[in-house]
């Protein structure tokens, strides 16, 4: 069973611009997951959707949006790019809520804004 | 919200020592406390999780404690090796609810030769 996938792994973009990152869950997951690491905030929860519906959010500026399609694939979009946005991105994918909630996560993007 | 704190930041053992990670979480309503393994470059892996309705949980050389009434979880790692280098992550989540995984800031594990 193929694992999570996320695209691109490594971005250079500049202040300003606007940025979209794409995950790919384990198939028959229906929960996405996406969360930021840094070397100083350490993995932050951004949100989660859950059969296309976002379900929660954590404490990020509405910069920071997200959707998920039919097919369960999310995408994370973070737009007026900020320096302190450079970080790693990950997402999980998980069967869903309840007594299934054990998170698999991607490689990551790594989103680097100069 | 739950806030989950980690200690410690650093730890260094010997080859073959035990090494113990230690975590409190704040919501007594979290009922879901996974461990992840994340080495340098690489994605954090799940290596061990417990449910709020056991108290310990063992795989191999790894274990991991729960007490519910002080709000804390422990991850313990027997006879440890080389491989065992990395930065350990412990989180804490309501089940039933959508809020994410809350994690601990990490701990760097270094295994001495």
């Known amino acids: 069973k193929a694992g999570v996938t996320q695209t691109p792994r490594y971005l250079i973009k500049t202040r300003g611009q606007q940025v979209t990152l794409s995950c790919s869950p384990i198939?028959?997951?229906?929960?996405v997951s996406w969360y930021q690491q840094t070397p100083g905030q350490g993995l932050q929860f951004l949100f989660e959707?859950?059969?296309?519906?976002?379900?929660n959010k954590g404490n990020f500026p509405g910069r920071f949006s997200g959707r998920q399609f039919s097919n369960s694939r999310s995408e994370m979009n973070v737009s007026t790019l900020e320096l302190g946005d450079s970080a790693l991105y990950l997402c999980?994918?998980?069967?869903?809520?309840?007594?299934?909630?054990?998170?698999?996560f991607g490689q990551g993007t790594r989103l680097t804004v100069v | 919200g739950e806030n989950v704190e980690q200690h410690p930041s650093t730890l260094s053992v010997q080859e073959g020592d035990s090494a113990v990670i230690k975590c409190t979480y704040s919501?007594?309503?979290?009922?879901?406390f996974p461990w992840y393994k994340q080495e340098l470059g690489k994605r954090p892996q799940l290596i061990i999780d417990?449910?709020?309705n056991v108290g310990e949980k063992k795989d191999q050389r790894i274990a991991v404690t729960l007490n519910k009434t002080a709000k804390h979880f422990s991850l313990h790692i027997t006879e440890t090796q080389p491989e065992d280098s990395a930065v350990y992550f412990c989180?804490?989540?309501w089940g039933g609810g959508a809020d994410g995984l809350t994690f601990g800031k990490g701990t760097h594990l270094i295994i001495q030769p």
């Open positions: 999980a994918s998980s069967a869903g809520q309840g007594i299934n909630t054990e998170a698999f």
């Open positions: 198939s028959g997951h229906r929960s």
């Open positions: 959707y859950f059969s296309e519906t976002q379900r």
């Open positions: 919501d007594s309503a979290s009922n879901y």
């Open positions: 417990i449910r709020s």
């Open positions: 989180a804490a989540k």
